[in-house]
């Protein structure tokens, strides 16, 4: 009998930018010394226009018809060899137009590497050295045991061993009910641990482009609405509420949520949707790790918990979702409930690296909301924190080139969760969640490292 098995790949294409992005580097010539070397390198080089008006960039920004007077500024990388070679004549520095994207917590590297995931499908590779902070705020405050990087784990991402990106959402049970054998599974496997949660603005092609692009990769998407021209129906998450109860048992969909903090749906719902997947979204707070108690505990099958757009969640001393997502995991944990439920995280997952350090913060999945708007080139016109007021403006798109750019960027952040895997030597990303131990915490370390020891000032 041929083997059903099939390796998850997602196929990445290139898809450019439809609006102009600024360029990263802004490339400048001292135009009397560049000249005194041009009539310099002009003996030297025997009047090779080519090669004089090219050097010394092999990525082509002297190449223009203007050489070094007029740089190509778009093709620069930041290599910084022509400033190492010339210090005397060359400047490259970021531009003033590129240190303008984004906002307070989006940083125009962020939004940069987003755009360029997009649109070409490709990892970032710099190949300049890291040059930046090595702990932060948040997500950049934890950092991953790579201790297994030797060459067997390389495999990994070599394609000569499989590693699994593969999780289950649903309830599982704890015990084997044989008069329910025979039912169907309650959860529902997806290839990525990622899905598209509910975005605070959209026009009809971005949502047609997120449908699609969720239907090509397996995965899912919330949206409060539902109408009958939606792309990829199947892979809709709707946000159900009282009034929409009929129409939801019409049409059932696999999974549905329901806004555990205004209304206690779960019952309804999981009688009246018997094969759907039922999930309480709740904001996080300083009370959910008690409050996803309480609703594992009637039944619930899985909780999505949201944090505002910057990765903050809802205390009135607001801590950053990677904390509190461990507080609700080590929670349910110590309720003996947590394998038991799924865990969605959403709200701050921006780059490709937040996903896997989710996970270990105790998320099964994650879900990207700002992110995709930033992928499909939205307008940022101030700050992008507040849900209901997030001035992420999203522009006219063609559906089809939107839905590529999301399967680039998941094909990009399924590559680099599969480094990381790898790195740490771990087959299946359902072995990733919540585990700390394969972690080290910045501030933990700098508190073991320097508590007591006083700073000169
Ligand atoms: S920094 Fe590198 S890529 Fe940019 S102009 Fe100089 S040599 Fe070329």
Request: with cysteine; glycine share 10%; aromatic share 8%.
């Amino acid at each position: 009998m041929p083997s059903k098995y099939e390796r998850f790949k997602i196929e990445t294409k290139p898809a450019p930018h439809v609006y102009q992005i600024p360029n990263k580097f802004d490339v400048s010539a001292r135009k009397v010394r560049l000249a005194a070397m041009l009539v310099h390198e002009a003996f030297e080089y025997k009047l090779n226009k080519e090669v004089v008006l090219s050097r010394p960039c092999i990525y082509g920004v002297f190449g223009g018809r203007f050489g070094g007077f007029k740089p190509l500024k778009h093709k620069c990388v930041g290599c910084m060899r022509c400033v190492q070679e010339y210090p005397h004549i060359m400047t490259v520095k970021h531009s003033d137009s590129y240190k303008r994207l984004g906002d307070s917590f989006w940083t125009p590297e962020a939004v940069f590497t987003i755009l360029n995931e997009a649109s070409t499908g490709k990892i970032p590779v710099k190949g300049m050295g890291y040059k930046g902070a090595f702990g932060g705020e948040g997500f950049d405050g934890i950092w991953t045991d790579m201790s297994e990087i030797v060459r067997p784990t390389r495999d990994g991402v070599y394609g000569r061993e499989y590693i699994s990106t593969s999780v289950d959402v649903g309830r599982k049970p704890t015990s084997v009910d044989f008069s329910k054998i025979d039912r169907a599974s309650s959860t529902i496997e997806i290839p990525v641990p990622i899905i598209f949660d509910k975005l605070s603005a959209g026009n009809g092609d971005v949502r047609a482009a997120v449908g699609m692009a969720a239907e090509k990769l397996g995965t899912f998407y919330v949206s409060r609405e539902r109408t009958p021209f939606d792309f990829g129906q199947e892979s809709l998450i709707p946000i159900g509420n009282e009034e929409g109860i009929e129409d939801l048992v019409e049409r059932p969909p696999a999974i549905v949520e329901y806004d555990a903090e205004k209304s206690d749906l779960f019952e309804k719902l999981a009688s009246r949707l018997p094969s759907s997947i039922v999930i309480a979204r709740l904001p996080l707070r300083e009370d959910s790790g008690m409050i996803a108690c309480k609703l594992a505990h009637e039944g619930v099958h899985g909780l999505h918990l949201y944090a505002d757009y910057h990765g903050q969640d809802y205390s009135k001393e607001p801590q950053h979702i990677s904390a509190s997502l461990k507080e609700v995991h080590q929670q349910l944990v110590k309720g003996g409930l947590r394998d038991q439920v799924t865990l969605i995280a959403s709200g701050g997952i921006t780059l490709a690296e937040h996903v896997p350090k989710a996970i270990i913060c105790g998320a099964d999945l994650v879900g990207i909301d700002t992110t995709v708007l930033v992928a499909l080139q939205a307008e940022f016109r101030g700050e992008t924190r507040d849900r209901a007021n997030c001035q992420l403006k999203p522009r006219k798109i063609d559906p089809e080139w939107g839905a590529q750019r999301l399967v680039n960027l998941f094909g990009v952040w399924h590559d680099q969760l599969i480094e990381i895997l790898s790195a740490m030597g771990i087959r299946d990303v359902r072995r990733l969640r919540g585990d700390i131990g394969r972690s080290m915490m910045d501030a933990e370390l700098r508190e073991l490292s320097f508590k007591g020891i006083a700073w000169a000032t």
